[in-house]
């Protein structure tokens, strides 16, 4: 999910700050410019080190700017699908809730919460089962895996990332804390009930042998 790459870019310097320490200059710029992008293939800048100068800087014909190409190292996001993120809910809306991880946001549908059927309690901010009673709401910490997504090219921002709950491990945090508890005290009733079986087991026939 997070790699370190080395890219490059033109930033363009504007005329008031050619007086100003130019380094000083460039690394701001180069932060503000890229740290934060979001690429076609979903992957975002988080920050940006080790930036250096490629050349000469050029001012194009009619313009005041310094065009100035330079070279980073940057430290990357990238989600895959079936990769699996922790996250916190951050909006719940009648169709599913949105959940933040990283930087960037994913959408559990309400058929992928969890298995039961789900209702939105909008007037509480909260979806919840109908059977097992469990509830999201915002601010929730869960576990899902990316299981779709949707590019836009034209506008990255834009594309959607799918998640899902509904397998073994993932959830609610409090949901998968319950579940490892329950099979904890599964386990343990079936080792009582095996020792209690043995224990009431008859013993062995004996076998009378003839004294000669």
């Known amino acids: 999910m997070y790699k370190l790459v080395t890219k490059e870019g033109a930033i363009a310097i504007p005329p008031e700050r ?3 320490d130019m380094d000083k200059v460039i690394e701001e710029m180069t932060r503000s410019s890229f740290e934060g992008e979001v690429f076609p293939d979903h992957s975002v800048i988080i920050l940006t080190t080790n930036i250096r100068k ?7 014909h009619g313009e005041g700017r310094v065009f100035q190409m330079i070279r980073y190292d940057g430290l990357v996001f990238k989600p895959d699908t079936q990769e699996v993120v922790q996250g916190t809910v951050c909006e719940v809306l009648k169709f599913g809730a949105f959940v933040r991880f990283g930087p960037l946001d994913g959408l559990i549908h309400i058929s992928q919460i ?6 939105a309690d909008l007037a509480n901010a909260r979806l919840i089962g109908k059977t097992n009673k469990r509830d999201l709401r915002s601010g929730d910490k869960i576990r899902a895996r990316i299981v779709a997504i949707s590019a836009n090219e034209r506008n990255p921002r834009e594309s959607k990332i799918g998640l899902t709950m509904r397998q073994a491990g993932l959830g609610k945090f409090e949901w998968i804390e319950e579940e490892r ?8 009733k079936k080792g009582k009930e095996k020792k209690g079986k043995e224990k009431k087991a ?3 026939e ?3 042998v003839a004294k000669k």
Do not use: H, R, Y
């Open 18 to 20: 050619l007086g100003e």
């Open 54 to 60: 490629v050349g000469d800087g050029t001012i194009p």
């Open 114 to 119: 969890m298995d039961d059927k789900v209702d």
């Open 181 to 188: 508890g329950g099979g904890k005290k599964e386990k343990e």
């Open 202 to 204: 008859p013993p062995a």
């Open 206 to 208: 004996k076998k009378d």
